[in-house]
């Protein structure tokens, strides 16, 4: 059984930097592409990110050249470098590998605010 294990929750003021992690266990990350996603309160979630087993990256508009995606395979772990952050980037953040193979089970998530 996969388990994705986000972490990196916090409270940063607009402007701040977060950093978040996605550990799996129970299979290897490397290869898969993997992506982060999003739901903001009330809302579906959303696509944030994805990398591919390369190391290419793609990113939705709204996050573009605040947001770095990157795997350590090594580690097993993908991380969201989170930069120029906006309040409307508050949200629980969850990743998992590309949809076309079939998800695995959902982690928790990861809750991200941005508020002064």
């Known amino acids: 059984q996969v388990q994705l294990v986000e972490s990196g929750v916090g409270l940063v003021q607009p402007g701040g930097s977060l950093i978040l992690s996605c550990a799996a266990s129970g299979s290897a990350v490397s290869p898969y592409g993997m992506n982060w996603y999003r739901q903001p309160p009330g809302k579906q979630r959303e696509f944030v990110a994805r990398?591919?087993?390369?190391?290419?990256?793609t990113y939705t508009d709204p996050v573009k050249g605040r947001f770095t995606i990157s795997r350590d395979n090594a580690k097993n772990t993908v991380y969201l470098q989170m930069n120029s952050l906006k309040p409307e980037d508050t949200a629980l953040y969850y990743c998992?590998?590309?949809?076309?193979?079939?998800?695995?089970?959902w982690g928790r998530g990861t809750q991200v605010t941005v508020s002064s």
């Open positions: 990398i591919n087993t390369i190391g290419d990256t």
């Open positions: 998992n590998r590309d949809r076309g193979l079939g998800p695995w089970p």
